[in-house]
């Protein structure tokens, strides 16, 4: 059985705590507090302990009960590798379990990340079982050099047609700001051409609000029927783009359902899903298994409960087993989102995010992720890579906004005006 645990933690919050004269000694271990008494106990370099601890706590299910945190100490071997040394209860537990434990960390000036690994294990296995773990995993967490990565400086000599066409599927009545949302995210991040799809009636809300899009108007009659001239103008588009993004606000009827199955089932280029798109896909699973395209899906822990039949709370404590088992399974790059939005392919590779915080758990936020992934990928990124990226960017530009306007006041539309500081910053 694979257990895992991820946490990430603010930096901040341990460099308050450690104006406690009692903090250090209180959650570090004897060796752990000599490794870091040596680096100068570095806030950021403590805070990637006490992650490691928690992540450890979580990998256990148990919280931070049953063991002493100076049980867990995270230590450096001589060629700086980050390893787990458990005693006491912590040990016992271990051992209890027969289970091996395998740490990853990494910090930010801001943030602090671990994911501990653990496997339960036949003492004959043990011996390999650090390799196993790492094969299994394959966990990076995303820095800025993977984003500078992926963004080619521009040809002088180009056109709007060098960087792709996406077509956005998203809004419906009531939902027209999704739509809003996720195409002015994708415009920021450099689409050559953007074509939203969208109901007549909410042509004009959309339309005043974003103006560089172009628009393919939906007709639907009284029933809810999609007209003949407008299914066939939405996969002429379909046809014409170089990526499609469906879901956001797209609401859920039989008469959507239809449309998102045949697109998916039609698509001859990369297609990200969200929001009700994949409330959609949910109903029907196996539809993934037949598709022949990249498929990216980007679920919050609520959809991704309904696309494995459960609940939230399973699911935000098995996030690193079911992303992995669920990409792996049906052909697909998940992006869960979250604290700590994991990124799993279906090799097995996985990415970890550390950027954003809590700021961000606002309606929108979600539509600008889309929009993000869907535009690198409609230019020509490669879908994982798209979308680990755009889930870093998105979060800092969170975290520019967090700092600026406060946790409580920033919006989604704060995020989306922070990317050209951004871009601006990773193209000098």
């Known amino acids: 059985m694979l257990l895992a645990g991820i946490d990430l933690v603010e930096v901040d919050r341990i460099k308050k705590s450690m104006e406690n004269p009692r903090f250090l000694s209180r959650v570090l271990g ?110 990076q967490v995303t820095q800025l050099s993977d984003v500078k990565s992926m963004l080619k400086p521009r040809n002088p000599e180009s056109n709007k047609g060098d960087y792709g066409r996406l077509l956005s599927l998203c809004g419906s009545d009531g939902m027209a700001g999704a739509a809003v949302l996720s195409a002015r995210a994708a415009i920021r991040c450099g689409t050559g051409i953007v074509n939203v799809a969208l109901p007549k009636s909410i042509y004009s809300i959309v339309a005043s609000q974003v103006v560089e899009p172009i628009f393919t108007l939906l007709d639907y009659s009284q029933s809810g029927e999609l007209s003949p001239i407008s299914k066939t103008a939405l996969f002429k588009a379909l046809t014409n783009a170089s990526a499609c ?45 037949t598709v022949r395209v990249p498929i990216v899906l ?79 990928i409609a230019q020509g990124v490669e879908p994982a890579k798209a979308a680990a990226g755009a889930a870093y960017l998105h979060g800092v530009a969170g975290d520019r906004c967090a700092k600026e306007l406060s946790e409580c006041a920033m919006l989604p539309t704060d995020m989306i005006n922070m990317l050209p500081r951004l871009f601006l910053e990773i193209e000098r």
């Open 30 to 139: 004897r060796t752990e507090y000599s490794q870091l008494k040596m680096r100068g106990f570095s806030a950021q370099s403590v805070a990637a302990s006490f992650s490691a601890k928690e992540a450890f706590s979580k990998a256990l299910g148990t919280g931070l009960r049953g063991f002493a945190l100076d049980e867990v100490e995270l230590l450096r071997d001589a060629n700086g590798k980050p390893e787990l040394k458990l005693s006491g209860s912590a040990l016992k537990i271990a051992q209890q379990r027969r289970s091996h434990f395998s740490v990853s960390v990494t910090h930010t000036k801001e943030y602090a990340a671990a994911i501990v690994i653990g496997e339960e294990a036949e003492q004959s296995n043990m011996l390999n079982f650090e390799q196993e773990i790492r094969n299994k995993t394959s966990m």
């Open 245 to 289: 993004l469906v879901g956001c606000g797209l609401g859920k009827s039989s008469i959507t359902s239809k449309i998102v199955y045949d697109m998916i089932s039609n698509s001859e280029i990369p297609l990200i899903i969200d929001a009700d798109g994949i409330n959609i896909v949910a109903e029907n699973i196996n539809i993934l298994k």
């Open 298 to 376: 980007t679920p919050h822990p609520g959809e991704m409960a309904r696309l494995l039949n459960t609940t939230v709370k399973d699911v935000q404590s098995h996030r690193l087993e079911y992303a992995k088992k669920f990409a792996a399974e049906n052909n697909v790059i998940l992006v869960l989102k979250g604290a700590g939005t994991i990124i799993a392919q279906p090799n097995g590779l996985m990415h970890l995010n550390v950027t954003g915080n809590a700021g961000m758990a606002k309606a929108g936020s979600g539509d600008v992720l889309a929009g993000m992934i869907a535009s690198f």
